[in-house]
T-cell receptor, first 111, second 114 residues
Framework: GQQVMQIPQYQHVQEGEDFTTYCNSS?????IQWYKQRPGGHPVFLIQ?????EVKKQKRLTFQFGEAKKNSSLHITATQTTDVGTYFC???????????FGPGTSLSVIP | DAGVIQSPRHEVTEMGQEVTLRCKPI?????LFWYRQTMMRGLELLIY????????DSGMPEDRFSAKMPNASFSTLKIQPSEPRDSAVYFC????????????FGPGTRLTVT
């Protein structure tokens, strides 16, 4: 079945450093979604990418969807303590399939 | 809209007891999902409904778990009998459609089975 992997599992950074998490799917995805879960909270939708090679930015966050639509990345520039949490990627094989979540990357930011 | 509503927020019960978790999805959303989250297994999809009909329950761990959606605004996840290994945070989520639409998660129910 479809599998979605993320690396790294954990990342500790000094405040101000950059951070990147990578997402890889065993199958082509129709779209990729990113969610953020703060400690003690629930996953919250951040963004969706649909097109091959698409890049979207949200302030200090840059999201990229690979050309083959099987991988994606999230890059945070100059991390802040508010970036702490677990970042999940998720995607379906087609727009009619269920969304499969990756295991998440847990980010800690040291002030 | 108030978002996805779940109750209770915390549940502590003894092994062998029945546990019922409740969820009210966002009005107008056709899909409802039940997830379980633990440190060991991460976020697992248990079951999801489309227009109140269960579509995929392949993630339900065993017969002790059951889920219903009697109408568009209410769903339950029942565990009977509960076991300590069921301790987890259970999330309900809803979305407008399948696949191409984002999911809105509720605040979760933290279940502890002693």
């Amino acid at each position: 079945g479809q599998q979605v992997m993320q690396i790294p599992q954990y990342q500790h950074v000094q405040e101000g450093e950059d951070f990147t998490t990578y997402c890889n799917s065993s199958t082509t995805l129709s779209n990729i979604q990113w969610y953020k879960q703060r400690p003690g909270g629930h996953p919250v939708f951040l963004i969706q990418l649909v097109k091959s090679g698409e890049v979207k930015k949200q302030k200090r966050l840059t999201f990229q969807f690979g050309e083959a639509k099987k991988n994606s990345s999230l890059h945070i520039t100059a991390t802040q303590t508010t970036d702490v949490g677990t970042y999940f990627c998720a995607g379906p094989k087609t727009s009619y399939d269920k969304v499969i979540f990756g295991p998440g990357t847990s980010l800690s930011v040291i002030p | 809209d108030a978002g996805v509503i779940q109750s209770p927020r915390h549940e502590v019960t003894e092994m062998g007891q029945e546990v019922t978790l409740r969820c009210k999805p966002i009005s107008g959303h056709d899909y409802l999902f039940w997830y379980r989250q633990t440190m060991m297994r991460g976020l697992e999809l248990l079951i999801y409904f489309n227009n109140n009909v269960p579509i995929d329950d392949s993630g339900m761990p065993e017969d002790r778990f059951s889920a219903k959606m009697p109408n568009a605004s209410f769903s339950t996840l029942k565990i009977q009998p509960s076991e300590p290994r069921d301790s987890a945070v259970y999330f309900c989520a809803s979305s407008l459609r399948q696949g191409a639409y984002e999911q809105y998660f509720g605040p979760g129910t933290r279940l502890t089975v002693t």
